[in-house]
């Protein structure tokens, strides 16, 4: 089943940020008020009371939101009141945001917010598709970007390029897209697209929701182009469960004796920030206990960490994943990064992170511009899961907590970041993902040879600057969509 009744706080291209990973000393907070009548109240607003005090305690714009300010209640009476105003526990979270927080949520299921988290999934059957808009209508297309294996789009045999118009007979557009995805099957028609138009057949397809977790390790290879020998590994989501696999993956790599790295990004929304530093790792090797990512916290939690641990700020290039397992490092001075507006997060952060370090050669579209991580909170004393969660419910919180920036300070990149040689994705020729003439591909391997990209790139760009317009993907209305998030929260204290 999809994740339901989520409040996002994104319009449709939202991405993600959740918990941190490093032990810390504790925040000691000043404990409310014993008064028994107080306390009934606050049972029965218990969950009210849980989003208004994670809020107010790690929220990254809490300075921004006038009534989260330490002391803008006279009395708990008062707050209590306040509380009591809302009639969803959901508008009083939307009521909390920043004007610019686009990426804070809250889930009314937090189990399955972790299976997401821990790359379990069953919301698309295994395929993931970008959207484009049909010509002079409303009406939307899917075309596939990638099949995971052992899925059911997998086992019925679809591939990248694919097309689709329906799904269980209904004519697709955003306004229906997310009802439509959350059925229990879906039934597609097929097609292709051929000289800029929609080729459409008879055929149909049906695919039953099934959970499955996907390996974002999609394509590990190694090329070799006029005697270099060339990698290229197409790395679609930050999941800690897989850093075994992404270690094993650089030691076929290293095994191989690459010259030359083409790391594929282009439909990877970010995740686990701890995974997003051992690929930096696994990438370079020579820059160990250097710094590859500071954190910024809200005013009491960054003056907290200046003070008591300045090291928790920051998060430097290490020798081995989580398990302990030493990092099969490359020990490169450069790396090419293939990127669409699907690039957010953690993608983002491998860019911005290396930049200091090494030659970072940015190949496709402007990346989303997503700096910011979030935490998971739950109703426990502490916020974490580490303690007793309240167990008359099943809510927790994804607000945003921090940002990040590079060892030389740069952040805040709304604007995405843009690419050294520009290039779209096009669907009348999206090509085989790892096959030497997919045109990002090619066009890395252009780049490593000293070919002039510009023209092929040009010749591509008016060819995707077609009437068939690419308006999204189809995960983008999911909470966990575009997301970078830490593993762990830090050790605070909550209100009592």
Known sequence: MKIKNFTLLFAAFAFIFTSCSKDDEVLEKEPTSKNPEENVVAQELEVED??????????????????????????????????????????????????????SFITDDYKALEDQFNGVSSSTAGMDFGLGRITGTNYLFGFLQYVIPNTPAAEAGLTRGTVFTEINGEKIT???????????????????????????TDETVTLDHSSYTANPVQVVKTLEVDGIQVGYLMYNSFIG????????????????????????????????????????????????????????????????????????????????????ETINSLNLSKVY?????????????????????????????????????????????????????????????????????????????????????????????????????????QAALNHIQGISTAAAASAQQKRSESTLKIVGDGEMFEPYYQRMYLDKVPAIIRRK
């Open 50 to 103: 849980f989003i208004y005090s994670g809020m107010n305690e790690i929220y990254l714009y809490k300075a921004d939101v006038d009534v989260l300010a330490d002391n803008y209640f006279n009395s708990e009476d008062e707050k209590l009141d306040y509380l009591a105003g809302f009639s969803t526990p959901e508008s009083l979270f939307e009521s909390l945001k920043s004007s610019s927080d686009k990426f």
């Open 174 to 200: 955003l306004n229906n897209l997310e009802s439509l995805l959350d059925s229990n099957s879906l039934t597609i028609n097929i097609g292709k697209v051929e000289n800029n138009t929609l080729v459409l």
């Open 241 to 324: 469960n897989f850093d075994d696999e992404l270690n094993q993956a650089f030691g076929e790599l290293k095994s191989q004796g690459v010259d030359e790295l083409i790391l594929d990004l282009r439909y990877n929304g970010g995740g686990d920030v701890e995974s997003a530093v051992d690929l930096a790792s696994m990438i370079t090797g020579q820059f160990e206990g250097e710094v590859f990512m500071q954190e910024m916290w809200n005013e009491t939690y960054q003056k907290y960490f200046e003070e008591n641990a300045p090291e928790r700020l920051l998060n430097l290039f290490d020798s081995k994943i989580r398990t302990g």
């Open 337 to 441: 990064v293939l990127t669409t507006v699907s690039t957010a997060s953690a993608s983002e952060l491998i860019i911005n992170g290396l930049e200091p370090y090494i030659e970072v050669v940015q190949i496709g579209e402007t990346t989303t511009g997503k700096f910011q991580a979030s935490v998971t909170l739950y109703d426990s004393e502490d916020f974490s899961k580490d303690t007793e969660v309240n167990k008359n419910h099943t809510y927790a919180l994804q607000p945003l907590v921090l940002k990040s920036a590079n060892a030389n300070g740069k952040s805040d990149y709304f604007n995405g970041l843009k690419p050294d040689v520009e290039m779209r994705e096009d669907i009348n020729n999206l090509g085989t993902l790892g096959s030497p003439d997919e045109p990002f591909l």
